[in-house]
C-alpha cells in the first residue's frame, strides 16, 4: 500500500491499458489531463477499500514478507509500484467477488509492466471476497479462496508499450497532448 495517492506527473503499471488504448477519447483526455496535475482523481468505492486493506494479510498469507516497493525509471516517468515480491517473482494481488477470478487484459497488461521494471517474473494473487468482507476488513484470510495465477512475459508487447510510453513521457515532460499519428503509426508495427 503506497501511501501517495498522487498520480500526476508519472505512469504506473496500472496505467498500461490507457497507454496501451485509445487516446482520442474524452477518458484518456481526463487521464492525461491527471497526468499534467490539473485534475485529481477522488473516485474510490467499497470495493477498492476492501482491495486496499485486504492486500497485506493477503501476501502474509502466502508468505510473502517484501511488500510496497516502488520502481522508479526517470527516463521514462515509470513508477511502478509492487504489491509484494520474493526473490523471483512479484506478487500482484487482485481482490473479487465473483465465483471464478478472470484475469482481464488491463491485470495482464499491468503484470507486463511490472515484469519489464522489476526483471523477474509475475503472479497474479487472486482472492475472492464474500459480502462480509466488505463490511469488515479485518476478517481472517482463508487460504482456500486463494488463487495464483503466472502470468507469461510478452517481449513483443512490452516493446510496443515501451514506444508508445517513450513518447508520451516526451510529451508529459513538455506539458502537451499526444498527437494521434504517433498512435495511428504504432498500430500499423
Not at 18 to 47: C, D, H
Not at 82 to 100: N, Q
Not at 108 to 121: H, N
Request: glycine share 6%.
Amino acid at each position: 500500500m503506497i501511501a501517495s495517492q498522487d498520480r500526476s506527473g508519472w505512469f504506473g503499471a496500472s496505467d498500461t491499458s490507457m497507454i496501451m488504448g485509445n487516446w482520442n477519447t474524452k477518458t484518456f483526455a481526463r487521464f492525461w489531463a491527471e497526468k499534467l496535475g490539473f485534475v485529481r482523481s477522488t473516485f474510490v468505492n467499497r470495493a477498492m477499500l476492501a482491495g486496499t486493506y485486504y492486500e497485506h494479510p493477503i501476501l502474509k498469507a502466502i508468505g510473502v514478507k517484501q511488500m510496497d516497493r516502488q520502481i522508479r525509471i526517470r527516463r521514462l516517468r515509470l513508477r511502478v509500484n509492487l504489491d509484494g515480491e520474493t526473490k523471483r517473482m512479484i506478487h500482484e494481488v487482485k481482490t473479487h467477488s465473483a465465483e471464478t477470478f478472470v484475469i482481464s487484459k488491463s491485470y495482464w497488461q499491468q503484470c507486463q509492466v511490472e515484469m519489464f521494471a522489476a526483471g523477474k517474473a509475475c503472479e497474479i494473487v487472486s482472492y475472492r471476497l464474500l459480502p462480509d468482507d466488505y463490511t469488515n476488513f479485518f476478517n481472517p484470510i482463508d487460504i482456500q479462496r486463494i488463487g495464483r495465477h503466472p502470468i507469461e512475459r510478452d517481449d513483443a508487447f512490452i516493446e510496443r508499450y515501451l514506444d508508445r510510453l517513450e513518447y508520451l513521457s516526451t510529451c508529459l515532460k513538455n506539458g502537451r497532448f499526444p498527437d494521434g499519428d504517433h498512435q495511428r503509426q504504432d498500430n500499423r508495427i
